[in-house]
């Protein structure tokens, strides 16, 4: 697992350059384009189960489903930031990307520490340090488990049947 850190203010146009909004749809067609102006070794590197650690404000910009689609597909295991722009972190759940919100464990984390997150518990460990968020709404952690909204609803419609 790599952890990715970077700065505040990361937008929408860092994370997916705008350019690409009509001519790049499907994950597969994101991917290689995913923070190409802010960190061009990321696409090519990036692994499953790879954590990203950012600054305030994170994902604020247009509202586009690419960033969030992109960093789904890629296999983050979660966002964790100072804070989030609100239409990222809805396109987040849409999309059933875990984000969380601890300026503290930011603060805190150093290159090669190791991160261990329980999202159902509410802590994130950075090296020796333990950090509590508040734990998540359980609609937002069953369509984190089901993949994101809509196998969230599929599934959720199959059970009433």
Known sequence: MTVWKYGDDINTDMLFPGKYTYTCSTPEEIKPHLLEDLDASFAENVKEGDII???KNFGCGSSREQPVVGLKAVGIKAVIAKSFARIFYRAAINQGLLLIESAEAVNAHSK?????IDADKGVIIVGDETFHFPQLPPEIIAI???????????KTLKKQK
């Open 144 to 154: 984190q488990q089901a993949g994101g909204l809509l196998p969230y609803v599929r």
């Open 53 to 55: 650690f950012a600054g």
């Open 112 to 116: 090669g520490d190791k991160v261990i």
